[in-house]
């Protein structure tokens, strides 16, 4: 019976629907022969010959499902591979990650929790934007966000584009409504001072917690992320 091909491919381990549909639009997946580069796009996995970058993705079997938590800590990418020879998850895994791909992100200078699997449904359900799945952050700042500072935080804030300069006069989105709360406010040993903030968010936006915290004035020191959905 013919299958959206990313689902084929998440099934397979092959990579998260998100990323197979990146592999589908780059034209590195093939079905008999013939590159596939529109989404949507179905194949048969008893019959057809369905590759990606050549190689045959075997998905006459059975696939048992397997869930990991890690740790991650700062200074590890979160992919299964990285061009510029970064250390990156899998590498923490050694052989236990044989199969498994990260669900959504976590940056390079970042820590905390990170879920891989090779369960395509679920990191569907847990990266897709409709499900609004609450991801909780502890972030250490440059100093301590007054009341005001907090309620922008909380309401929702504009940001530009991440990596890009804008225009002026430039559209910027605004963020969703987020869930925060001070920890701790405190010196640290040179006498500075830092707050603990609690952050929960129901959006993905790339590095997000860093900008809302740029944007107020209280860069990030550091950022782990304690807690995603009920996990």
């Given at each position: 019976m013919e299958q959206r091909l990313q689902k084929i491919l998440s099934a397979a381990g092959v990579a998260s629907r998100r990323t197979a549909e990146v592999l589908i639009e780059q034209g590195r997946v093939s079905v008999n022969g013939r590159a596939v580069t529109e989404l949507g796009s179905k194949a048969d996995p008893d019959r057809d010959d369905i590759r990606v970058d050549g190689r045959r993705v075997k998905v006459g079997r059975a696939v048992v499902p397997r869930y990991l938590l890690l740790n991650k800590p700062a200074g590890v990418v979160t992919t299964r591979s990285d061009p510029h020879r970064r250390r990156t998850v899998m590498d923490l895994l050694g052989g236990e990650?044989?199969?498994?791909?990260?669900?959504?992100?976590?940056?390079?200078?970042?820590?905390?929790?990170?879920?891989?699997?090779?369960?395509?449904?679920?990191?569907?359900?847990?990266?897709?934007?409709?499900?609004?799945?609450?991801?909780?952050?502890?972030?250490?700042?440059?100093?301590?966000?007054?009341?005001?500072d907090l309620d922008r935080l909380t309401r929702g804030l504009l940001l530009e584009s991440a990596g890009q300069s804008q225009p002026a006069g430039a559209r910027r989105e605004r963020t969703a409504p987020a869930e925060v709360r001070v920890l701790k406010a405190y010196a640290d040993p040179r006498g500075r001072d830092r707050a603990l903030l609690e952050i929960t968010l129901r959006e993905g936006r790339n590095r997000q917690v860093r900008r809302m915290c740029d944007a107020i004035g209280h860069p990030v020191e550091s950022l782990k992320r304690v807690r995603i959905g009920p996990l």
């Amino acid at each position: 019976m013919e299958q959206r091909l990313q689902k084929i491919l998440s099934a397979a381990g092959v990579a998260s629907r998100r990323t197979a549909e990146v592999l589908i639009e780059q034209g590195r997946v093939s079905v008999n022969g013939r590159a596939v580069t529109e989404l949507g796009s179905k194949a048969d996995p008893d019959r057809d010959d369905i590759r990606v970058d050549g190689r045959r993705v075997k998905v006459g079997r059975a696939v048992v499902p397997r869930y990991l938590l890690l740790n991650k800590p700062a200074g590890v990418v979160t992919t299964r591979s990285d061009p510029h020879r970064r250390r990156t998850v899998m590498d923490l895994l050694g052989g236990e990650g044989a199969g498994l791909y990260p669900v959504g992100r976590l940056d390079y200078d970042s820590e905390g929790l990170l879920i891989l699997t090779n369960d395509g449904d679920l990191a569907a359900r847990l990266t897709h934007p409709r499900h609004e799945v609450a991801k909780t952050y502890h972030a250490v700042l440059l100093g301590v966000p007054d009341a005001r500072d907090l309620d922008r935080l909380t309401r929702g804030l504009l940001l530009e584009s991440a990596g890009q300069s804008q225009p002026a006069g430039a559209r910027r989105e605004r963020t969703a409504p987020a869930e925060v709360r001070v920890l701790k406010a405190y010196a640290d040993p040179r006498g500075r001072d830092r707050a603990l903030l609690e952050i929960t968010l129901r959006e993905g936006r790339n590095r997000q917690v860093r900008r809302m915290c740029d944007a107020i004035g209280h860069p990030v020191e550091s950022l782990k992320r304690v807690r995603i959905g009920p996990l």
